[in-house]
Structures are given as structure tokens and as C-alpha cells.
């Protein structure tokens, strides 16, 4: 046996966008898709998605194109779908509520079945049957049910700590939405959403076009203008 | 005058996350710092940093460290950030009033100016006095004020839609949180949070040493289990 094949996170990153389009391309009743037109939908170039395919065993048919349903199966497969996931949300504020009220989620297996919060106006009110228990009820909760993902809404300053309760109490998979990095042992995936991340890289692209000219100028001419 | 010099997406996506580390050391009292710490810290290498930055010009010496404040405070800049937006959300369901709540956008200058929806119940409620509009009004509320940017927490099926009337009524910004992609004009600048991406993501990295075992293996050994 050969070294072991790696797969790099930027071809991790683009395997969910082919299993939205390809889910849109079921939505729309396509059967077959060629590489090329893939690559024109999805914005990768064709020889791209050959090789991030590549990396997972062998998919289509030269000049033949690939089965729409066949790929999405398989990248489901791959992405860890086709398994249910039972998962907790600490936070039960606006953004832990818009959570547990996805509907898209639990189409893909994805089971939120309790949240947590320290607000006594908000625990042992339910979210789409989903209860909200006391915060302090996490560890024994977790002690007495299998659960799979850990998702934190919290605010910054309690991130920390909900994540340990978590991890010591087996959560090996977290979904943090927290504005903070959070410290894990080895072994424990954390997956993080820093919403302000998204918006300033937005203002970032926003303003690239007035900062480039600055940047590109000659100093001479950014004297001159003084 | 040589090459207009270009900024790469995946340099633009760690800006926000110096932006983010910075902060945190500036909140730490923390002055100045090495290259070496700020790298052990933020998880990129030194040389990756220096390149980084060296993208806008001349910062930190030698031996000596960044300047902590200095250094935020230009990338700040760069962000485009030390000007204020305004912003308008489309949907005020959960995800919407998520936004509308967050204080750490505004203290950013990020200010959510109305939210709009087409629930009746939701229509003229208030979330920390910012109003939500019959979404009917979203084009004339465009015409006669001034929004940088447009954020979309609509259903799927509604985003493209609530787009188009943000495009037409001088929206250059999408902040787009449906899960879907939006069909723009060029000059238009959409940002995606795609949740179920960002959850996919986790569930792969959780199947990883499954599937990779799975894959590195000779066909001969999978032939042999079966």
C-alpha cells in the first residue's frame, strides 16, 4: 500500500456547493449533467471538478457526463449524509431559535432535540416542540443521551465554557457560532460561523476597488496628491 | 507604472480573522506582538503573515514586533471599515431578527436601518426599534434612502426575487443567507453564509478517517471483506 491520500480542505469546502447544485439539478428534473456544463453552473472549471471527484473514486463517463442522482448519492455519502445526527444548541436566542426552526436541515438528517439556555423566561418554552432546558441540565442531558453535534449560540464570554461542558461530556464535533475560537483538546472538530467575518470580507470587496488604486499608485504620486 | 497589483479571495478571507485576533489582544491590554506569537496564535505561519500583510504595505519591523493597535487600526482601514453602513434585512423571521439584534455589528459601524417581510404578523413590530415594513415597500423604502447594503434571510424560493428589486433600486451589496445562489449583474458583490454548507462541512470532517481508511484501501482488501 501506497502513502495514504489526504484530502485537502479547500476540496472539502466545494463538496457541500456540488451537493447543493446537484440537489437543484434533481429539483429541476435534470438526469445527466456534462462536466462542462457543471462547470458552468457551479463556477469551477471543469478539470477542477474532475479532480476534486477524482479524489474520491470514479465518477462519470468520459464524453457521457455524469448521473445527476448517482453523484449526489455518492456526495452525500462522502459528506457523512445518509446518517441521522442528533445535536443540541446551546443559546436559545434569536439565532439558536432560527436553528432549531430549519426545516432544511432535518430533511439531510440533522435532529436539533434540545437547546439550553441561562434566560428563566425562556426555559421550558419549546421551538417547534423542541424543548429549552436550563443550561445547567447540558451535562447531565448529555450524560444520558447519545447526542452528535454540540451547536453554540451563545454570547462570546460563555462560548468557552458551554464548549467544555460539551467536550467533557463526549461531544466530539462543534458548530460554533460564538464570535470566538474556541480551545479544544485533539480529536474534538470544531466548525466555526463568524457571521462579522462574512460581512467585513462583503465591506472588504466593497471598498478593493478604491484601495487597490491607493496601493497601486507610485509613492510620487500619493505625495502629490498631499 | 508596472501590474496593477491584486489581492487573492483567500488572503481577503483571513483579513477579517487578523481583524478578530487583534481585537482580542487589544482587550487583553496586549501592545505589541511578534510575528512568531501572533502566528502561534492565530494559527498561520509567520512568513504566511508577513506575506499577508506586505499585500498593503510596509508594517511591524524586524525583530521587533507589530504594533497592536497600529496594526488593527490599518486593517480596519483596509476592511473598510472606520465608515458606517447602512443595511436593510429582507425576512424578519429568526435568522432576520438574529441579525437585527447582533451589537457587535453596530459597534463596527454595521447599523440595520428596517427590516421586511410579508407577514402580517411581523409587520409593524419593532426588534430594538428598528421597524419592519410590508416587504411591498422594500423598492420605495431603497428609493428614498440611502442603504449600502442588503441582506436577505427570505425563504430560498423568495431570495431571487427580493434581490432583483434590491439590484434595481441601487443595492450593490448582498449579504445572502438563503440557501441559494443569486443571478447579479457584474458590479454587484453577493456574500453567501451558507448554513447547511458549513454543517455539511463539520459532518464530513467527522466521516474523514472512515472514508479515508475506505478509499486507501487496496480493492483487493475490499474485495476480500465483502
Known amino acids: 500500500m501506497g502513502d495514504k491520500r489526504q484530502i485537502s480542505m479547500a476540496v472539502v469546502r466545494r463538496l457541500p456547493k456540488y451537493h447543493r447544485y446537484l440537489l437543484e439539478l434533481i429539483r429541476n428534473d435534470v438526469d445527466r449533467i456534462s462536466s462542462k456544463e457543471l462547470s458552468d453552473r457551479i463556477g469551477f472549471t471543469a478539470s477542477q ?8 473514486g470514479d465518477f462519470g463517463q468520459q464524453g457521457y457526463g ?3 442522482k448517482d453523484l449526489y448519492n455518492e456526495i452525500s455519502n462522502i459528506l457523512g449524509l445518509h446518517a441521522n445526527y442528533n445535536m443540541v444548541i446551546a443559546g436559545a436566542g434569536n439565532l439558536g431559535q432560527a436553528i432549531a426552526g430549519y426545516s432544511n436541515f432535518e430533511k439531510e ?3 436539533v432535540k434540545a437547546l439550553f439556555d441561562i434566560n428563566p423566561k425562556l426555559i421550558g418554552l419549546s421551538i417547534r416542540d423542541i424543548e429549552i432546558f436550563d443550561i445547567d441540565n447540558l451535562r447531565n442531558y448529555l450524560h444520558d443521551n447519545k447526542v452528535d453535534i454540540g451547536i453554540i449560540c451563545t454570547p462570546r ?4 465554557k458551554v464548549a467544555d461542558v460539551m467536550v467533557k461530556n463526549g461531544i466530539t464535533a462543534i458548530w460554533n457560532f460564538a464570535p470566538t475560537d474556541l480551545d479544544v483538546p485533539r480529536g474534538v472538530i470544531v466548525e466555526n460561523v463568524h457571521l462579522l467575518d462574512s460581512l467585513l470580507t462583503l465591506t472588504y470587496r466593497v471598498n478593493e476597488p478604491k484601495l487597490l488604486d491607493y496601493i497601486n499608485k507610485d509613492p510620487e504620486e500619493i505625495v502629490e496628491e498631499e
Not at 471538478?49 to 474520491?56: A, G, K, P
Not at 464570554?157 to 468557552?160: D, L, N, S
Open 49 to 56: 471538478i474532475r479532480q476534486d471527484l477524482n479524489n474520491f
Open 66 to 68: 455524469y448521473n445527476v
Open 109 to 111: 438528517g440533522f435532529r
Open 157 to 160: 464570554v460563555q462560548a468557552q
